[in-house]
């Protein structure tokens, strides 16, 4: 019973005595956030350890704490959800740890010429695992679709009909770093998978479109190629920061949305980033 007379049924003794991992809430659908030069609208998941002697978590304190570092037009950066996940161990006292992670699609206008381009083809992802006593565990991550064609179809056919007939393939690349202090921001990869392969256009002329396509066939790539790719950049970017990823692990995903065959065709490279710092990148021509 609190000191009001109201009934604290979070308090009350549980009937199983079993520590909770984690509760807290999903989906909370955020305010429209910056992300460098881009616009993003956010879905957060906020949520805290209950331990085995309390009933349940108390949910409001978790939405005061969102909203009181969550603003509208604020800056949405790994900082951030530091500085939540803190929160939510002070507003909880009873918690040993608290999660905060994020996703969301970015929008930015493309400017290639005498109309703008509007464009949501980006994703970031992030998230940071805080716990009394100093141990930490954070990721930070983005997504982006691009376009690429077969290598396999387009050598055979050259080598059978002297022309270099292959397919179209729309990919979806995901990438994230994690260790115990990632120093990378999730706009940060976004970008740097927005170099490895060509991504949709909104507008183009006949002539425009041709250049386009013409570029995109004379690049072909395996979705193999794609994830080593990403995963040699994404290595390089944090080499070239002077981060120590001792500790630090590197996922990269892609998938190829098939236009011949019913399937989708995934690759997926899992690495420690120690394991990769050297790879140098070589184009093929």
Do not use: W
């Not at 956030?33 to 616009?39: I, P, Q």
């Not at 393939?169 to 115990?180: E, G, L, M, N």
């Not at 990869?189 to 425009?208: S, W």
């Amino acid at each position: 019973m609190a000191r009001d007379g109201i009934p604290d049924v979070h308090s009350e003794k549980p009937s199983f005595e079993l520590d909770v991992d984690n509760v807290g809430l999903r989906g909370l659908r955020g305010p429209v956030m910056k992300t460098g030069e881009y616009m993003v609208i956010p879905v957060f998941k906020v949520s805290v350890s209950l331990p085995a002697s309390l009933r349940g978590a108390h949910l409001s304190r978790l939405y005061k704490a969102y909203t009181g570092v969550v603003k509208p037009g604020a800056e949405l950066t790994m900082d951030l959800l530091r500085q939540l996940a803190i929160r939510l161990l002070e507003v909880n006292e009873y918690a040993v740890k608290a999660m905060v992670s994020v996703k969301g699609r970015l929008y930015h206008a493309v400017d290639r010429g005498d109309v703008p381009e509007y464009s949501s083809n980006g994703f970031i992802y992030a998230g940071v695992r805080y716990e009394r006593g100093g141990n930490v565990s954070e990721y930070s991550g983005g997504g982006i679709y691009g376009l690429t064609t077969c290598p396999c179809a387009g050598a055979v056919s050259r080598h059978i009909y002297g022309e270099p007939y292959t397919h179209m393939q729309k990919v979806r690349v995901d990438a994230y770093i994690k260790s115990s202090k990632t120093l990378i921001e999730p706009i940060e990869v976004f970008e740097k998978l927005n170099t490895v392969v060509y991504t949709p256009r909104n507008y183009l002329k006949r002539i425009e479109e041709a250049e386009f396509v013409k570029m995109i066939y004379e690049k072909p790539l395996f979705t193999e190629d794609i994830a080593r790719l990403a995963a040699v950049k994404l290595a390089e970017l944090v080499a070239n920061r002077g981060i120590n990823g001792s500790d630090g692990i590197l996922y990269v995903s892609v998938r190829s949305y098939e236009t011949i065959h019913e399937y989708i065709v995934e690759s997926i490279v899992r690495t420690r980033l120690t394991d990769i710092t050297g790879f140098k990148i070589i184009n093929k021509t």
